[in-house]
């Protein structure tokens, strides 16, 4: 079952904001992960946060995660039109699970020159 | 590295026939693939996880035996809809963890979009 909530569903922008989606979880974590999903294609891993961490940067991205409220979010600073694209979270409960991860209803991210 | 190549990228079937999707990782063994299904706009779905050398794991729901996954190598991993309804059309999405992630990171292939008539 799909357990991570995001919003906003969808978001508009112009080139230079910062973008921010948040995602909201269900259960006990052992980490967050945060993927893009261009149109009609596979997804990328972007960076992921696990349970004993509250901030994580990578390049122009920043994710916090609360483990107490069960959420996350994604703060693109400086946003680019290449930006444009599906945003999705990703949490597994138990590395000993093999690896599966369910991933959240997503952000589809619009970012306009 | 840890690439994930999948093929075909869009097929188009009569309904009743059946199609193979391929699932490859080209540069590290995989002994588990996990299968995703998507429909437009919405998010990935687990169908199931496919295990070198046994069977696959199908989440609740999922028919078995109307989506057949088969991984006899390390590194090719197939599903096969049987008997495809227009109902089936969606957005199929292989994915594997990368070995080096140290965690259940995954890469994917580039999905197969298929369409049922």
């Known amino acids: 079952s799909q357990q991570g909530e995001e919003d906003p569903q969808a978001l508009s922008i112009q080139e230079g904001e910062n973008a921010t989606m948040n995602c909201s979880y269900k259960?006990?974590?052992?980490?967050l992960q945060w993927y893009r999903q261009n149109s009609g294609r596979g997804l990328v891993h972007l960076i992921l946060?696990?349970?004993?961490?509250r901030e994580k940067h990578s390049g122009r991205l920043r994710v916090t995660l609360d483990t107490s409220k069960k959420s996350s979010s994604l703060l693109i600073t400086a946003s680019r039109a290449a930006d444009t694209a599906s945003y999705f979270c990703a949490t597994a409960r138990s590395y000993n699970q093999g690896g599966k991860l369910i991933f959240g209803q997503g952000t589809e991210l619009s970012v306009k020159p | 590295g840890a690439v994930v190549s999948q093929h075909p990228s869009w097929v188009i079937c009569k309904s009743g026939t059946s199609v193979k999707i391929e699932c490859r990782s080209l540069d590290f063994q995989a002994t588990t693939m996990f299968w995703y299904r998507q429909f437009p706009k919405q998010s990935l779905m687990l169908m199931a996880t496919?295990?070198?050398?046994?069977?696959?794991?199908?989440e609740q729901g999922v028919e078995k035996d109307k989506f057949l996954i088969n991984h006899a190598s390390l590194t090719l991993s197939t599903l096969t809809v049987t008997s495809a309804h227009p109902e089936d059309s969606s957005f199929y999405i292989c994915?594997?963890?990368?070995?080096?992630?140290?965690?259940?990171?995954?890469?994917f292939g580039a999905g197969s979009r298929l369409t049922v008539l």
């Open positions: 994915s594997a963890r990368v070995p080096s992630s140290g965690a259940n990171v995954l890469t």
């Open positions: 946060i696990r349970s004993n961490e």
């Open positions: 496919s295990n070198e050398g046994s069977k696959a794991t199908y």
């Open positions: 259960t006990s974590i052992n980490n």
